[in-house]
């Protein structure tokens, strides 16, 4: 692609860049013709498809359109057959197999009139991507010549792919092969479309051939159930029996980065890092912050509109678009489910994003930070938990101080993320997570938890012997006749806080847009249900059945845990200084990188907590600490190999070329009689050396081993490679505001950021 606009532009004065001088200046102009052949095929970009008929077919037929959902098996499947699923699905009971058979015949059935011809059983595996293996509905029929379609109860059920070659931490060794693929029937099978047919898409569990999780989902089923089971116990204190089952839900917000595929593909770093190595700060950023929520360009509206239209069909809520932060920076945002199908519609969403980009000549970054200097992108996991009897738990009402329920589930969600806040650290933690927190832009790496005005005045009464008031909504009124009065929330947002009450809900903003929500879900639910147990045990003592010692008992309990976890209390400002020397002083951990949080994994308490609630065991637990710390180990590797050829091969080369340009300059000025002025030569020239020597520093530590352990290699990268790649892109940097502009290879952040 790029090759062809290269060639195009050779011919094309205003994309050909300079003409050929003195000196290596003719290869420099191969460089700048393909960012001239970018910015030109970027100015003079031509939709790609006919625009979509969107008046044709309303947004509510779309929903769901492609989805065997409850309405559909409703439709298609006998009363006792539906009404088993529904236990299975709406109460957690266990799937009766018996039903398999004629489940696979009507989605079998549903799919074929939706133009497929295969099935694929969708699975997360330990890489944090999706996986999907295919299989054709047609069998040949005993050799006659013709084929039938089939689709049984056991291939719905199972599938079978390679379970070696995926990571596993150590649970499977390379010749044992064997995995399985488990349909999860809380998640409902959809039609994944393109140009040239359909396929029906199985959410499934991936686990190994000893029953151990090999992928995301599982753990999230396990932790859910966790969770249910510990919050009927403080429901049932509180009279609610009918055992209708409480669900985490969650709400993830994806933002994101698109920029035209032209740039993308003459950037080697975007293409195999997903983000920038190098690159000059612009001369304008986002200080003027015009950008957020400002008037989304119309080539980025057309493909987020389609992005809604095909998530629409697979049944995923989308509810919210707009301009993030940073130039070229997008969120898209869906409403609650339950927190497995949020998993599951967070990674078609993130395929769909790419998917879609390409069409419209762009593409979709999620790095958590491919342009240094500019907003990251977060994906913040608004989380919660309800049932369809009691609603949303976390919902404090217009008075929390008498809402005793609401109080327990709060104060235990209080005391989970105190008591394992290097459990919540570690789930975030990643490569490209590490250039986010702990910037001006982002949660830092102390976690905390943000109560708001209103319920922090209420845990303070609680504090301090009981509480009997709450500060009220009020109104607002902004003085215009006009402009109706608007009820006011009792607290204000704080957007610098890891852990944040938002009304109804808490959002982990700390999880980084590039990762599975899958981790975050599994800690959060667990840690949640082992203080619902807690909370749980001590009311049942107190109370011994008796229903009249309960607001006693509650009293008691709320005082205990505020008082013993308070201090993960914080509402202020979670970027300055002063935070971080009060965090420390309350003891609150501050876990910086990757490889100083993930050996909290590791911690006693940790592993205790995943075998207590059976949602992980401690060799499924060290395999993720494994596969974590090699993919940790493996990306800042890439990286940095990667930033050492760009310098050697691309920015080396462009700065001695125009170094050679100015030292021919100069010597055909003397030969003229003329006195030169080598200043810029020779600042060029300095720096040019400071960049051989940080290369050949770079050179050196990537060369080392790092250590015996994967923890000591992990500090390797983080405290030796990393620097030195910082040193690099220093360098480098500096020559880009120094050389040439017809002679610089790469695209600009300039150019990036701000032609769509």
């Excluded at 003719?26 to 970018?38: D, P, T, Y």
């Excluded at 236990?87 to 696979?104: F, R, S």
């Excluded at 593909?265 to 690159?279: I, K, M, S, W």
């Excluded at 940080?694 to 080392?704: D, I, P």
Aim: aromatic share 8%; with cysteine.
């Amino acid at each position: 692609m790029s090759t062809t606009f290269a060639k195009d532009a050779s011919s094309n004065g205003a994309a050909g860049g300079a003409h050929p001088v003195a000196g290596g200046a003719v290869g420099a102009s191969i460089g700048a013709s393909v960012r001239m052949a970018a910015i030109s095929a970027v100015t003079n970009y031509k939709p790609i498809s006919q625009p979509l008929n969107f008046a044709d077919t309303p947004a509510q037929d779309l929903f769901c359109s492609n989805v065997f959902n409850k309405a559909e098996m409703k439709r298609r499947l006998p009363k006792p057959i539906f009404k088993s699923l529904l236990k299975t699905i709406e109460l957690g009971e266990k799937l009766d197999p018996t039903v398999a058979d004629i489940v696979a015949a009507a989605m079998k059935d549903w799919a074929i009139e939706k133009g497929a011809t295969h099935y694929a059983h969708v699975f997360f595996p330990l890489t944090g991507a999706t996986a999907e293996k295919h299989d054709s509905f047609l069998t040949p029929n005993n050799g006659d010549g013709s084929a039938i379609a089939e689709f049984s109860g056991s291939q719905l059920i199972q599938g079978e792919p390679d379970g070696s070659s995926f990571p596993t931490g150590g649970i499977r060794a390379t010749f044992e092969a064997r995995g399985y693929t488990i349909w999860d029937v809380t998640s409902p099978a959809y039609i994944l479309e393109n140009p040239n047919g359909t396929t029906l898409c199985i959410p499934t569990a991936f686990v190994s051939w000893t029953g151990e999780a090999l992928d995301k989902k599982t753990p999230v089923l396990r932790s859910m159930q966790a969770l249910n089971k510990q919050a009927q116990r403080i429901l049932k204190l509180f009279g609610h029996t009918d055992a209708s089952f409480v669900s985490a839900t969650a709400g993830p917000e994806q933002e994101y980065f698109l920029v035209d595929r032209h740039f993308y593909f003459a950037r080697p770093d975007l293409l195999n890092a997903g983000r920038t190595l190098f690159g000059a700060k612009p001369p304008k950023g986002q200080e003027f912050e015009d950008h957020y929520f400002g008037a989304i360009p119309e080539r980025v509206l057309a493909f987020m509109l389609e992005v809604e239209r095909e998530l629409y069909k697979l049944g995923v809520p989308v509810k919210t678009r707009h301009n993030e932060v940073a130039p070229g920076q997008y969120e898209i945002a869906p409403i609650f489910e339950t927190a497995n199908l949020a998993n599951d519609h967070q990674q078609l969403t993130m395929i769909t994003l790419r998917r879609v980009a390409e069409k419209y000549g762009m593409t979709c970054l999620t790095h958590e930070k491919p342009f240094a200097g500019v907003n990251g992108s977060g994906k913040h996991v608004n989380w919660s938990m309800g049932s369809a009897s009691q609603g949303n738990l976390l919902n404090p009402g217009d008075t929390p101080h008498d809402n005793a329920q609401f109080l327990v589930f709060c104060a235990a969600v209080i005391r989970a993320v105190h008591k394992h806040q290097g459990l919540l650290r570690a789930v975030v933690a990643s490569a490209g997570n590490d250039h986010r927190l702990g910037a001006n832009e982002a949660p830092p790496a102390i976690v905390s938890v943000f109560l708001g005005d209103q319920l922090t005045d209420v845990f303070e009464q609680i504090k301090a012997g009981g509480a009997k008031s709450s500060r009220s909504k009020g109104t607002l009124n902004v003085g215009v006749d006009v402009l109706p009065p608007l009820p006011k929330d009792a607290g204000d947002r704080n957007r610098t806080s890891p852990f944040a009450f938002t009304g109804n809900r808490f959002e982990f903003r700390a999880v980084g847009a590039n990762q599975s929500i899958s981790g975050p879900l599994v800690a959060m639910n667990t840690i949640v249900a082992e203080s619902l147990d807690y909370c749980a045990t001590k009311l049942e003592a107190a109370t011994k059945g008796d229903s009249s010692k309960l607001n006693s008992a509650i009293q008691t309990l709320l005082s205990e845990i505020i008082n013993e976890c308070g201090d993960i209390i914080f509402n202020g400002d979670g970027y300055s200084e002063a935070w971080h020397q009060e965090a420390a002083k309350r003891g609150l951990l501050n876990l910086k990188t990757t490889a100083d949080a993930l050996p909290q994994l590791l911690e006693p308490r940790v592993e205790e907590l995943f075998e207590k609630y059976q949602v992980l065991s401690k060799r499924e637990l060290h395999s993720r600490y494994d596969i974590y710390m090699e993919q940790y180990c493996k990306t800042v590797s890439v990286e940095g190999n990667l930033t050492l050829k760009m310098a050697r091969t691309l920015i080396f080369p462009a700065a001695t070329r125009y170094q050679n340009e100015l030292a021919s300059a100069c010597v055909n000025l003397k030969a003229l009689g003329y006195e030169c002025d080598t200043e810029t030569l020779d600042k060029l020239t300095e720096v040019i050396k400071l960049l051989q020597g940080a290369m050949n520093e770079l050179e050196n530590v990537l060369r080392k081993d790092g250590g015996e352990t994967l923890a000591e290699k992990a500090q390797h990268y983080c405290m030796d490679v990393i620097p030195a790649m910082t040193m690099v892109r220093k360098f480098a940097d500096q020559l880009e505001g120094m050389v040439a502009d017809d002679v610089w290879p790469l695209p600009t952040y300039q150019e990036m950021l701000f032609i769509k």
